[in-house]
């Protein structure tokens, strides 16, 4: 069984900085591809983020492009996301994702495993 576990979430003022982690366990066939999503009260998940198996290729929404970066550890099956000149508007549960497939993933559809989101919380 598939294991996706996001940590780092918290209470940051805007303008700050917050590091989320995804750690993917068991067992998962071939190489993946990862990906962040955000749902804020009361909306639709949204994407923020995706980046293939090698890490190679990505791909940040615009609202957050210039202020987020996303990286992975493979060898931890591991993936980060440094967000920057946090805004309130930030403000959402962040969900890790891991997509059975090599190339870069952006629809919610894409992905096979989900965690269980981890809250964000930027006051202004």
């Known amino acids: 069984q598939v294991r996706v576990v996001e940590s780092g979430g918290g209470l940051v003022q805007a303008g700050g900085s917050l590091r989320l982690s995804c750690a993917v366990s068991?067992?998962?066939?071939?190489?993946?591809?990862m990906g962040w999503f955000r749902q804020a009260p009361g909306k639709e998940r949204e994407f923020v983020v995706a980046?293939?198996?090698?890490?190679?290729?990505?791909v940040y929404a615009d609202s957050v492009k210039g202020r987020f970066i996303i990286s992975r550890d493979s060898a931890v099956n591991t993936v980060h996301l440094q967000m920057n000149s946090l805004k309130p508007e930030d403000t959402a549960v962040y969900y890790c994702?891991?997509?059975?497939?090599?190339?870069?993933?952006?629809?919610?559809?894409?992905?096979?495993?989900w965690g269980q989101g981890t809250q964000v919380t930027v006051s202004s």
């Open positions: 994702a891991a997509s059975d497939t090599t190339a870069v993933v952006t629809s919610r559809s894409g992905f096979d495993f």
């Open positions: 068991g067992r998962i066939f071939g190489r993946y591809a």
């Open positions: 980046i293939n198996w090698s890490g190679g290729s990505t």
